[in-house]
């Protein structure tokens, strides 16, 4: 080995035991700042910034008041998935000290009532969370012949909670629709009936009846506010009934 690579080697050790001691030293000093951020993701407030903070310092104490070897990332990560309305965080230290926390809220889509008085969301996900005692999501209602409560977190599925799982999909059809998402206000569950829609405006029933053929019913629905009642209102009818295919029976009061 000729001197200039004996030379490169020794300062190249000489590096890297710096980085590490400087790393190492680092680990003792403070950390110097936090920044919290939260996504929406177009939904409504649920939680914010001084939410997000409160949730760590109750768990971890104040973080400015903790050495940076103190603080771990992936714990706070953790701890931040399992609090209500969080649907993901990221944490991490800079080498500058600064603590950056990212969080993205749920996107509730629905408020789901059921018979004996509880209330939980479910997001655009089909994950379930909790009501919140200060904000509220301008959202679906959802109630009727609903007897289960599912635990904050829980992810609906077709198995374990089929009529739930029915009515996610329904919510979300709807929501993509560009006329019924400013139409539709509730949704109502009959065991024996099946699904009834109540619209934001008009006294009248939408009759869907079992989950079959859903996105032709909402399609009919689609097409009778698009071109019948835009020309003719809804005033003269108490129902409308999708159940029956190719056909819309509207009732008159």
């Excluded at 903070?53 to 971890?60: L, T």
């Excluded at 609090?83 to 600064?98: D, E, I, P, R």
């Amino acid at each position: 080995m000729n001197k200039r690579a004996i030379r490169f080697f020794i300062i190249l050790i000489l590096v890297i035991i710096v980085v590490i001691v400087a790393n190492i030293s680092m680990r003792n000093f403070g950390i110097a700042q936090i920044n919290i951020t939260v996504e929406y993701a177009g939904g409504d407030t649920l939680i914010d910034k001084r939410d997000v903070s409160i949730m760590i310092s109750k768990r971890f104490g104040n973080p400015l008041s903790k050495k940076r070897k103190e603080v771990n990332g992936e714990e706070i990560e953790e701890y931040l998935l399992k609090q209500n309305f969080v649907a993901s965080a990221n944490v991490y230290l800079t080498l500058g000290g600064k603590l950056n926390v990212e969080v993205r809220q749920n996107r509730p889509i629905a408020r789901i009532y059921t018979l004996d008085g509880e209330q939980f969301y479910v997001d655009e996900n089909k994950e379930v969370c909790d009501i919140s005692k200060t904000r509220a999501a301008n959202v679906l209602i959802v109630n009727g012949d609903l007897q289960t409560r599912v635990k904050r977190k829980t992810i609906i599925d077709s198995v374990a909670f089929p009529i739930y799982n029915d009515i996610c999909n329904m919510v979300l059809a709807i929501n993509k629709d560009d006329i019924l998402k400013h139409q539709i206000d509730q949704i109502y569950y009959s065991k024996k009936k099946g699904f009834q829609l109540l619209p934001k405006v008009g006294d009248y029933v939408i009759l869907l009846g079992s989950t079959e053929n859903m996105e032709e019913k909402l399609n009919k629905l689609h097409y009778l506010y698009k071109y019948g009642f835009s020309k003719h209102g809804w005033d003269n009818y108490s129902e409308v009934n999708l159940e029956f295919n190719n056909q819309v029976i509207c009732t008159r009061k």
